[in-house]
């Protein structure tokens, strides 16, 4: 690929952005290879990203859920859950990974350059997670852990702080896919009154069985508070 070296340079950049020096070079070059690209190259290219993106997400979510474990005594689970479900996100990792200016270096096959991948929230994120994952390998969790806090730390504050920040909606499918269980679902039970007037009833349903019931003057309002109702059973 014709950037190769540019990419190559500003790589070199990125371990030192994040003040590691890998022993194994190669972990870097897989952390930042899409599939695409080894697609492209099967001959020349050992490996690509998602291995590593699998490993990043199990050690940043340990090394997240560590912190906030011995930083936030006080919490109940509910809470260290909402927090670091706000951390890890999908948006959250590409913003770090912007910082970082990650997407410059990616290994990119040619469509995926083309349709603007470099750009794209997922694979930021997922490269983040394997930088991480690439890390770890490398150096260890005594690698990991000044990494994680040198560019998490700060979410990890504001998501404390932002105690009601996240609706009741989201914060009831994050606690629910923490817990491994298949997502919430929204029912419209009834709407009454006149069209300028009109009271919806909305029910939200998991496996089938209602969690939660919400009254409101909107089906948005209304899905809102039968979320809020649902956490509530739920000990949330």
């Not at 790589?11 to 190669?26: C, G, I, K, T």
């Amino acid at each position: 690929m014709e950037n190769s070296p540019a990419i190559s340079a500003r790589s070199a950049s990125l371990a030192a952005q994040v003040d590691y020096a890998f022993r194994h070079e190669q972990l870097l070059r897989e952390a930042l290879t899409h599939k695409s690209y080894s697609n492209e190259h099967p001959d020349t290219v050992p490996g690509h990203n998602e291995r590593l993106e699998f490993l990043g997400d199990a050690v940043l979510d340990m090394v997240i859920s560590r912190r906030i474990f011995l930083d936030y005594p006080q919490l109940p689970e509910g809470e260290l859950t909402r927090i670091r479900a706000e951390v890890v996100s999908e948006p959250a990792l590409a913003a770090v990974g912007r910082r970082l200016g990650i997407g410059d270096c990616l290994w990119l096959g040619r469509g995926e350059e083309k349709s603007g991948g470099r750009h794209k929230e997922s694979l930021i994120a997922n490269a983040v997670e394997a930088l991480l994952g690439a890390i770890f390998l490398d150096g260890g969790l005594e690698a990991v852990d000044p990494v994680v806090d040198r560019f998490f730390a700060a979410a990890t504050d504001q998501a404390f702080r932002r105690k009601s920040g996240i609706d009741y909606k989201t914060r009831l499918q994050e606690v629910l896919q923490a817990r491994q269980c298949s997502p919430p679902a929204y029912r419209l039970v009834r709407a009454e009154g006149p069209d300028h007037d009109r009271t919806y009833t909305i029910e939200v349903l998991h496996g089938g069985r209602g969690i939660g019931m919400g009254t409101g003057v909107t089906k948005k309002a209304a899905s809102q508070q039968a979320a809020r109702q649902a956490l509530e059973a739920l000990g949330e």
